[in-house]
């Protein structure tokens, strides 16, 4: 039925974190054999820590999560992430990570069927679904060391081609990577570079 939600999404009953699901998995599965030893790498909303997690057990790099949530914060740390409570990149120096990953809330959410709580700000891209996505990729040149690289998990609800649109204007490459169907929606991994650094993607 238009408007309803995907099944991905009826997380209500984990409260106030969201857990891992089909797109925290792709993330992590496109994102982890990027990394190299040492390199330093962000898990931007961290949630419950799960993809920040892979990378710990999977590479040797130095991994941070930051999330805008205290009690996901909470949950990272005890599963063993270094996390700082961030509103996205904000308190990050500049150049200061060779990998940036980011599974945001991407689902279209109109004003009057907004709830106005932790998990509900894990789900809800606001109107056009991009409310959250279109800051971070503002912002993501700076972060990136030269060369760097960024994952971002968008939806077909979120409208990729807009997402795309939007990192070129903010002068990043884009390429999806990875991708799996849903029962309502495309679930995809893009790779993004800045514009004009080493192997560029396009």
């Known amino acids: 039925m238009p408007g309803d939600r995907p099944a991905l999404a ?5 409260k ?7 797109d925290s998995k792709l993330l992590a599965d496109a994102a982890v054999p990027y990394v190299d030893a040492g390199d330093w790498v962000l898990d931007v909303g961290t949630g419950s820590g799960y993809v920040a997690h892979r990378f710990l057990e999977e590479t040797d790099a130095r991994v941070v999560g930051s999330d805008i949530n205290p009690n996901a ?12 409570r ?21 689902l279209p959410t ?12 894990a789900l809800s891209g606001g109107e056009t679904g991009r409310e959250v996505i279109e800051p971070f990729l503002d912002d993501l040149r700076r972060v990136l060391d030269t060369g760097g690289d960024a994952f971002l998990l968008v939806s077909s609800l979120t409208g990729i081609d807009a997402v795309r649109e ?11 990577v ?15 570079r800045p514009s004009g650094g080493p192997d560029a993607v396009r």
Not at 10 to 14: F, P, W, Y
Request: proline residues 10%.
């Open 86 to 106: 961030a509103d996205q990149l904000t308190p990050f120096r500049d150049g200061a990570f060779d990998v940036v990953v980011f599974n945001p809330p991407y």
């Open 10 to 14: 009826d997380r209500r009953d984990l």
């Open 110 to 121: 109109a004003p009057d069927r907004e709830w106005n709580d932790w998990m509900e700000k």
């Open 178 to 192: 990875a991708e799996e169907p849903q029962p309502y929606e495309r679930l995809v991994v893009l790779h993004l």
């Open 166 to 176: 939007h990192a070129r204007a903010s002068g990043l490459t884009t390429m999806e």
């Open 16 to 22: 106030t974190v969201y857990q891992p699901a089909e």
């Open 73 to 84: 914060c909470r949950q990272a740390r005890n599963a063993g992430i270094p996390v700082v």
